[in-house]
């Protein structure tokens, strides 16, 4: 049942983000700082983006994939922004890493996980 979920999961979320990629409105954001979480050997580095939507607000948000060890982003650095008109502070940067690589983890990993159980169960 686990397996099951987590491939429907990830089949969800990945449709919500091509619905946003299909979608949604592409602007440029500025990294702005960032943000770390987790504990002194265990840590995560996620950047926080500021942009402007297309009616003049200023919108930040933290991305959604953090790098352990060190940053993969620098304050100051300019990245492709993608954003929702009706919810522009659910906004993503638009690469791989940012907007895909959650779903197709967890979805890839639901399927294998349930290949495995239906092969061996």
Do not use: H
Not at 38 to 56: L, N, Q, R, S, W
Not at 70 to 94: C, F, H, M, R, T
């Amino acid at each position: 049942m686990f397996c099951l979920a987590c491939t429907i999961v990830g089949v969800v979320w990945g449709f919500n983000r091509w619905k946003l990629r299909r979608n949604g409105v592409r602007t440029m954001g500025t990294v702005v700082d960032i943000s770390v979480s987790g504990i002194t050997t265990e840590k995560a580095f996620y950047p926080v983006v500021e942009f402007k939507t297309d009616t003049g607000n200023k919108i930040r948000f933290r991305g959604t994939t953090g790098t352990a060890y060190s940053p993969s982003y620098q304050q100051g650095q300019l990245v492709k922004v993608i954003y929702s008109q009706q919810e522009p502070w659910n906004a993503k940067i638009d690469n791989f890493e940012q907007l895909w690589l959650g779903p197709v983890s967890i979805g890839l990993f639901g399927l294998i996980a349930l290949g495995a159980f239906l092969s061996f169960g």
